[in-house]
């Protein structure tokens, strides 16, 4: 069964296939693939089952005495390549993430495939920076080195419905499934990414570029299968022998579970968590700017990304007009005549409306938007702003993951960074004020991975690590640090 943009030909028209040693596989068992901006039927997938995991461990594992020898420059150049194809298809890309995701083609294009380009060029020319070092050894006659090796086969695991089917998400494909595999490639290990249920044909095309890169076969090997099949399949990938590191992006909940199965195995894992992120403005903030970016920052792509700004932590003084300034920001970016805005799945909607509902049945209160909005259908919803929210509320301690933004009043720096740091998450954050010297000092206060002043809390460069601290997960992508989590070092010393 042949394919030429991630649609079989023949009697399996209209299906998405899997990558296993190179190749594309359309299967018998298959499942929907449901466009959530019209909620009908946008193609269907082949879904993997536990033999074919385990015929896609296999063909990584046989590529990986070959691959873990290559050159830098080598690997360095399939990713230059893998970076042009995927310029070239960006329009095409982009697309299936609209289709899939019901994002706008400002996000599709121009943060996922943009950052993924990015992502690329930079892991590129970072691959022949990878270094070991020969430090001077205490023994007279002695001398040592520090190697740096790959660990083998990498599993990476993307946003997808395993073992809790009601936290799914989809947010982005692109961006998440290139650094789940491209920082172990470049590294020398091999890889089997296993791509979210909600945007297979977004992972489809991961393994479409790679292999039109020039990628060797079984490198990379991509599944993708039923909600269902998720948590059997998952479990059994990270329990395979061949298995030596894992790394996962989603949902505090399922990387729980994750790690314990990793820790279990004794093997080691990268985890990129929810988070709980909080804008500060301070009494000197410019209300404007401060509006603006706390608007984009809790509802650009429907408040469906892991730094989305969930908190405002706002001064008391300046409490007032802030509301008002950020309801026009509102109103003006995510205007009411779009009819709502769309999130991936009905599960989507439910979590931040139960959440509300909850939070003004013990007081709080909307400010901005109706959660009861009549829209067109169940995955959509209008951006709400709840005012009052308090310690004991889910709103207040939990990721709501959708378009929905607490209010909490403040009084001074102190009682801002008291309440930043009490939900046990440490993604992202923001400081609005006009005294750089100030903002300096609560970032540095502030328990987070991230911390941007005068700016909205969503931003991911290629070149900056990303990651987060407590509940938001331990590891660094992107940059070095990213390339240096899928090596390990090895002593070698010997006599003069």
């Known amino acids: 069964m042949t394919t030429t943009n991630g649609v079989a030909d023949g009697a399996a ?205 079984g490198c990379l090997n991509v599944l993708l299968c039923r909600p269902e099949d998720a948590p059997s399949i998952t479990k059994s990938i990270i329990e395979d022998p061949i298995v030596k590191k894992v790394n996962f992006t989603g949902s505090t909940n399922v990387g729980s579970i994750i790690s314990e199965i990793c820790g279990k195995n004794l093997k080691p894992c990268l985890m990129e968590l929810g988070g709980k992120n909080s804008a500060i403005v301070l009494e000197d903030a410019d209300l404007e700017v401060a509006a603006r970016e706390c608007a984009l920052g809790s509802f650009f792509h429907s408040g469906q990304i892991c730094m989305s700004t969930d908190r405002i932590l706002v001064h008391r003084a300046i409490s007032a007009p802030f509301k008002e300034k950020l309801s026009a920001a509102i109103s003006q970016i995510f205007p009411s005549s779009s009819g709502g805005q769309v999130l991936v799945t009905p599960n989507g909607v439910k979590k931040p409306k139960s959440m509300t509902t909850s939070a003004l049945s013990q007081g709080a209160k909307v400010v901005h938007g109706d959660i009861d909005a009549n829209v067109e259908s169940e995955t959509r919803m209008f951006p709400v702003v709840v005012d009052g929210i308090k310690k004991g509320m889910d709103l207040y301690s939990e990721e709501a993951f959708g378009p929905t933004v607490g209010l909490v009043e403040i009084e001074s720096e102190e009682e801002a960074l008291a309440v930043m740091n009490d939900t046990g998450y440490g993604l992202s954050a923001a400081v609005f004020t006009e005294d750089l010297r100030k903002a300096f000092r609560v970032a540095k206060e502030i328990e987070a991975g991230a911390v941007h002043i005068n700016r909205w809390t969503i931003h991911d460069e290629a070149n900056l690590p990303h990651g987060g601290v407590g509940r938001s997960g331990w590891g660094r992508f992107n940059a070095t640090a990213g390339i240096e989590e899928f090596l390990k070092t090895k002593n070698v010393t010997w006599m003069d």
């Not at 896609?56 to 050159?71: S, Y």
């Not at 990713?79 to 298809?89: H, M, Q, T």
């Open 13 to 217: 028209e209209h299906t998405i296939p899997i990558w296993i040693n190179g190749k594309e596989e359309c299967l018998s068992s298959t499942f929907d693939v449901i466009n959530p901006t019209t909620n009908r039927l946008a193609w269907k997938s082949a879904s993997a089952s536990q033999a074919d995991a385990k015929r896609a461990v296999e063909a990584a594992q046989a590529a990986l005495p070959v691959w873990r020898k290559t050159k830098a420059t080598y690997r360095r150049d399939i990713f230059l390549k893998a970076s042009e194809i995927l310029e070239v298809r960006g329009e095409e890309y982009a697309k299936y993430i609209e289709i899939e995701t019901g994002s706008l083609s400002s996000y599709a294009m121009g943060f996922n495939l943009r950052l993924s380009v990015q992502m690329l060029k930079d892991v590129a020319g970072r691959i022949v920076t990878i270094t070991g070092n020969l430090p001077e050894c205490f023994e007279e006659g002695r001398s040592m080195m520090v190697l740096k090796e790959p660990y083998g086969v990498v599993f990476g695991i993307a946003p997808c419905g395993a073992f809790v089917r009601a936290e799914i998400s989809r947010n982005a494909p692109y961006i998440l499934g290139f650094r789940a595999c491209l920082f172990a490639l470049a590294g020398g290990n091999t890889a089997v990414l296993k791509g979210s249920e909600l945007s297979p044909r977004c992972y489809w095309a991961i393994g479409k570029v790679f292999h039109d890169a020039g990628l060797p076969s």
